[in-house]
Every structure is written in structure tokens, then in C-alpha cells.
């Protein structure tokens, strides 16, 4: 199957909500990265992580990678979030792979 | 900041011929990928590079081949370009020995006619 899983494939907010986003892999992996890719089809890089939690202003993301997998909670969701969110996941000596994407709407 | 820059950003291709994407990156990053996006599929690695002279096929390589004759530059080429290679083609670098954060370019937007 897909080395890396992620849910869920689409997600609708109000403005002001939390929520959280997931990557489940098929194998341990030795790091995470989380992207969003703006309506221009832009990547622009929300997080690297090898371990642990980091965050960054309303994002905080999680990467277990014992238990193989990877969160991304938003918190407060603003409009200019929407976008699709993707992580990218890359095990020893071996290129990142990518999830299939999470569209992500947020309303007035 | 880290730079990558794709060119061209747009091409329209027949079937049957010869395409060269084309990817530059300042950061002096040893790493470089080609990715491909379509509905539904998030981002597709077709062929990745560790450096100079290296080429290493990804998940999707057949219909393409890469080139990486510098640190700098590293290009997938479509020997006989097919409909089914229309797509959004990202090139990224990232570093080799400490964390591998990926730089992406702007992308490629590819139809094959």
C-alpha cells in the first residue's frame, strides 16, 4: 500500500474552529514535513519535525515515529488558511513521499 | 532564502516529441526531486538525485528520464511525450546531511496535445 496515508482527504471549517489534520505511514519513518499549498499552487513549508512537537502561531504539529504517524492541529481557523495540506515523509536513505492531500475550506 | 527556480512555467507539448523541464537551485543543496501533481494523487516522486552525476528512479519513472550534470541544475526529460504526462511537475531540493527540508520551485504546468 501507500507508505504514507492522510486524513482526512477533505475538511470544512468556520472561521474560529480547531481542528486536526493525520499522516499514518506503512513504515517508520526518521522524519515529517508539512506543507500548504495556496490557491497559486504554491508549497509553502509549515513544519520539519524529527521528533516531537513543534509549533508556530495557531499550527502544532505532532510526529510519533515509533508509532508511525503525524498530526497537524490548527487552531483558531482563519480564511487565509484554506488551501490542501500535505505531508511528506522520508525514511532512512530513501526520498520523501507524499500524501494524497487535505483540502481544507474555511468559512465566514 | 533558498532559491528554486523551474522554467519553463508553462508548455504545451504534441505527442510524440521531446520535452526538457528544467530545474536551478542556489542553495547548494545535494538533494534534488521531481515530483508530479494530479487530482487525487497528491505529489508523485518520479526520479531524485544525491548529487552531481547521480540520477535515482522514484515511484513513477517510466516515460521519463533525469539529468543532474551539475550541484545546481537538475532536469527530467520526456523522451516521447504522452497525453497521459500532462501534470504539474515541482522540482525540490533539500540537504543531505542534516534536516532534509524541501525547497520547492513555482512548477511546471505541462499539457501534452
Known amino acids: 500500500g501507500m507508505p504514507v496515508e492522510q486524513n482526512p482527504p477533505a475538511l470544512s471549517l468556520y472561521e474560529g474552529a480547531d481542528s486536526g489534520l493525520r499522516c499514518n505511514f506503512s513504515?517508520?519513518?526518521?522524519?515529517v514535513q508539512w506543507f500548504q499549498q495556496n490557491h497559486r499552487g504554491r508549497l509553502i513549508t509549515l513544519f520539519y519535525?524529527?521528533?516531537g512537537t513543534k509549533e508556530n502561531g495557531r499550527l502544532k504539529s505532532t510526529f510519533n515515529s515509533k508509532e508511525r504517524y503525524s498530526t497537524l492541529h490548527i487552531k483558531d481557523a482563519q480564511l487565509e488558511d484554506s488551501g490542501t495540506y500535505f505531508c511528506?515523509?522520508?525514511?532512512?536513505?530513501?526520498?520523501?513521499?507524499f500524501g494524497a492531500g487535505t483540502k481544507l475550506t474555511v468559512k465566514p | 532564502e533558498a532559491a528554486v527556480t523551474q522554467s519553463p512555467r508553462n508548455k504545451v507539448a504534441v505527442t510524440g516529441g521531446k520535452v526538457t523541464l528544467s530545474c536551478n537551485q542556489t542553495?547548494?543543496?545535494?538533494?534534488m526531486y521531481w515530483y508530479r501533481q494530479d487530482t487525487g494523487h497528491g505529489l508523485r516522486l518520479i526520479h531524485y538525485?544525491?548529487?552531481?552525476?547521480?540520477?535515482e528512479k522514484g515511484d513513477i519513472p517510466d516515460g521519463y528520464k533525469a539529468s543532474r550534470p551539475s550541484q545546481e541544475n537538475f532536469s527530467l526529460i520526456l523522451e516521447l511525450a504522452t497525453p497521459s504526462q500532462t501534470s504539474v511537475y515541482f522540482c525540490?531540493?533539500?540537504?543531505?546531511?542534516?534536516?532534509?527540508?524541501?525547497?520547492f520551485g513555482a512548477g511546471t504546468r505541462l499539457s501534452v496535445l
Open positions: 525540490a531540493s533539500g540537504e543531505a546531511y542534516s534536516q532534509n527540508t524541501l525547497y
Open positions: 513504515t517508520t519513518m526518521k522524519s
Open positions: 519535525l524529527a521528533q
Open positions: 511528506a515523509a522520508e525514511a532512512n536513505n530513501n526520498a520523501p513521499r
Open positions: 542553495n547548494n543543496h545535494n538533494n
Open positions: 538525485s544525491y548529487g552531481a552525476g547521480s540520477t
